[in-house]
């Protein structure tokens, strides 16, 4: 957080000993700093956040540290994946499964994306033209070098974690993904810990209103 931003020079000058302790908090996480930005990036600009000021500040800061426009597409590419989750969550309740009969996309997925669940199996029972539309768009982010496998693997860890979503199943199986392409467990902390940033903007948003709803009062 920068104590130059109005909101956040509001909050010291109100609460000094909240504001030190904010950012303490936002200077915790133990993430190179390029690293950093791209995670809470993805955390801002996932659909169920989708926080523009600090998508805009995080971005900034992403290409101030030296990340490309090919990098940050990329991290917005993995992001936009997460409305799966409507289908991921939803097949297992249904009946059923069905026997799959496309066992070829299945090898293709495996190949592409690096892993397999459970839950692919069903949907691609169900609905097999669906498989194979999802399976070229969650894998255009993974084709070339742009990011490695296991930072593509943190950015599904934020965006799972994050307090707006915190999807279970996704998060336990791309820790377990990050971890095989070598994330230590004091890097996958670190990413929780970006993610639990967003907490922060619950001042940030309101404390403006605050102050504009005191303006009005006192006028």
């Not at 509001?10 to 133990?30: I, K, N, Q, R, Y």
């Not at 289908?87 to 090898?107: D, N, Q």
């Not at 199986?173 to 996958?188: K, Q, R, S």
């Amino acid at each position: 957080m920068n104590p130059a931003d109005a909101v956040w020079q509001a909050v010291a000058e109100s609460d000094p000993e909240f504001f030190a302790a904010c950012a303490a908090l936002a200077e915790a996480p133990a993430l190179e700093p390029k690293v950093r930005e791209l995670i809470a990036i993805a955390v801002n600009a996932s659909a169920t956040h989708l926080h523009e000021p600090g998508l805009r500040r995080h971005i900034r800061g992403a290409l101030a540290e030296g990340a490309s426009r090919a990098e940050i597409t990329a991290v917005l590419q993995l992001v936009s994946v997460v409305g799966i989750h409507a289908v991921s969550t939803g097949v297992p309740l249904l009946p059923g499964p069905p026997e799959a009969t496309r066992p070829e996309l299945k090898a293709e997925f495996i190949a592409r994306r690096g892993y397999w669940d459970p839950v692919w199996e069903q949907v691609l029972a169900l609905d097999p033209g669906f498989f194979a539309a999802y399976l070229e768009f969650s894998a255009i982010p993974w084709q070339g070098g742009t990011l490695s496998p296991k930072l593509r693997e943190l950015v599904y860890v934020a965006i799972d974690a994050s307090a707006t979503h915190m999807y279970v199943p996704g998060l336990k199986v791309h820790i377990e993904n990050a971890l095989g392409y070598g994330a230590t467990p004091a890097e996958v902390m670190a990413v929780l810990e970006v993610a639990s940033l967003i907490g922060l903007q619950t001042v940030e948003v309101a404390m403006p209103i605050l102050l504009e709803e005191l303006r009005e009062a006192e006028s």
